[in-house]
């Protein structure tokens, strides 16, 4: 019996190589036939999954766009993207595509899981009609469960391996079998009493960071009107041992999930006469963070006696966040984007992204010439004292510079 995942990328990739690295035979499935010709190649399209890691399984896994491979696995699991439409309302076409598909291919006895992140109801309003035109029953000929992945891309202290899972099933006799098959690769299981649970459960989490990241970097803009250090403050707060944790500021979210998934519940809670305050506000100022990073570009470049336009401004990191070269939503392209709009002559550099096709700019090697440069993500493997070193000014949108207490660099 082997495993089957649905949809390779962030989340399913990793799962197709922590079920192959548990002994188990893995069909992974996606509909991207460039995506799966250079996975059955051993190139991995994932930075947590080195090329390497994945060779070192490859004769376990079978890489296909043959959905109907999916017929022989025990365990189905589905890990295709959830995003926003244009009027950001959810999209659930991936979702609701890869459900046809496995209706035509769902054999009796199967185990069907949902990874994605979604709004309450989903698993069973959406995903059980769909699968039952095979003409199986959801809870008695085949098992069906959500369980969201929490993976955190970039992280190595925690992994799938050793982050708790949370599962729950359409009946306890699915949660059974999905908390045993989970178990083969996570050493900690939560079971929950419904699928509702677990999709709101995942949404909580990343509410609870959006509005936390929204709420600092609040207090970051009107601390900085106030003259006041908003990083010291961070530090001085975070020594309380209990009842507050830390969040840092900076310039906006990105990524697939926090500026995406709680918009999925600000759409379901309409259904339930629910304006989602919370989520609307968090969203708010989180995207306006570029604007007033921006500004402070502008400040910086002033104090210089220097319009934007015609000056040289390095953007030292690109991608969302540090360690990966995820774009996504990533505030940084926002940030290049507002710097070209007003006649800015922008280079960037970036060790995880080589090149921005969209702004036909390639990763610039540090040392280069330049008015200004700024920090808008921090990989750990750029040297920023050296930033520091080389501009005559530096914005540090991440307070990384701080120690260096150098003047000529200004922070968030
Ligand atoms: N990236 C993360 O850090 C993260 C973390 C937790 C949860 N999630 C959630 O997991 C889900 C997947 O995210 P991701 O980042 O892995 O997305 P991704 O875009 O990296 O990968 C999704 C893959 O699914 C494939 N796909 C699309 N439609 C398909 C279909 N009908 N059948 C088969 N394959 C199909 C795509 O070609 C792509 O390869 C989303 O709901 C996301 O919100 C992501």
Aim: aromatic share 6%; glycine share 8%; net charge negative.
């Amino acid at each position: 019996m082997s495993v089957g995942i649905v949809g390779l990328g962030y989340v399913g990739l990793p799962l197709v190589v922590a079920f192959a690295e548990a002994g188990e035979d893995v069909i992974g499935v996606d509909v991207d036939a460039g995506r799966v010709a250079s996975l059955r190649a051993g190139l991995s399209h994932v930075e947590d999954i080195p090329s390497e890691r994945l060779a070192a399984v490859m004769d376990r896994i079978d890489f296909t766009t043959r959905a109907v491979d999916l017929h022989q696995a025990e365990a189905i699991l589905v890990c295709v993207p959830t995003p926003l439409n244009r009027n950001r309302e959810p999209d659930l076409g991936p979702l609701l595509g890869a459900a046809q598909t496995l209706a035509d291919v769902l054999a009796r006895g199967q185990l069907v899981v949902l990874e994605s992140t979604t709004f309450p109801g989903t698993t069973r309003e959406h995903l059980v009609p769909l699968l039952e035109e095979s003409g199986l029953v959801a809870g008695e000929d085949f098992a069906l469960a959500f369980s969201p992945e929490r993976v955190d891309p970039g992280r190595t202290d925690y992994t799938l391996r050793n982050t708790p899972k949370v599962v729950g099933g359409l009946t306890p006799t699915c949660t059974e079998r999905a908390l045993e098959v989970y178990g083969r690769v996570c050493d900690e299981l939560v079971p929950v009493s419904t699928p509702e649970v677990a999709e709101l459960s995942k949404l909580l989490e990343n509410i609870f960071r959006s509005v936390n990241i929204a709420l600092v970097n609040e207090l970051a803009i009107l601390a900085d009107r106030m003259g006041i250090d908003i990083w010291e403050v961070v530090d001085a707060a975070a020594t309380k041992p209990f009842g507050f944790m830390r969040f840092e500021p900076g310039p906006g979210m990105g990524g697939h999930c926090l500026p995406v998934d709680p918009f999925y519940l600000t759409w379901k809670a309409r259904e339930y006469d629910m304006v989602t305050e919370f989520i609307e506000l968090a969203g708010k100022v989180n995207k306006q963070m570029p604007y007033f990073c921006l500004e402070k570009i502008e400040r910086a470049l002033n104090d210089a006696g220097r319009p934007v336009r015609g000056s040289r401004i390095l953007v030292v990191g690109v991608s969302y966040k540090a360690g990966v070269g995820d774009l996504r939503e990533a505030p940084g392209l926002k940030i290049v984007e507002l710097l070209r709009e007003r006649g800015g002559d922008v280079s960037y550099h970036d060790p995880h992204v080589p090149e921005l096709p969209q702004f036909a700019l390639r990763s610039a090697e540090l040392g280069g010439e330049c008015d200004l440069a700024v920090i808008v993500t921090a990989h750990p493997e750029v040297d920023h004292g050296a930033v520091v070193e080389h501009s005559p000014a530096v914005l540090d949108l991440r307070g990384v510079t701080r120690a260096l207490r150098d003047e000529k660099v200004q922070q968030l």
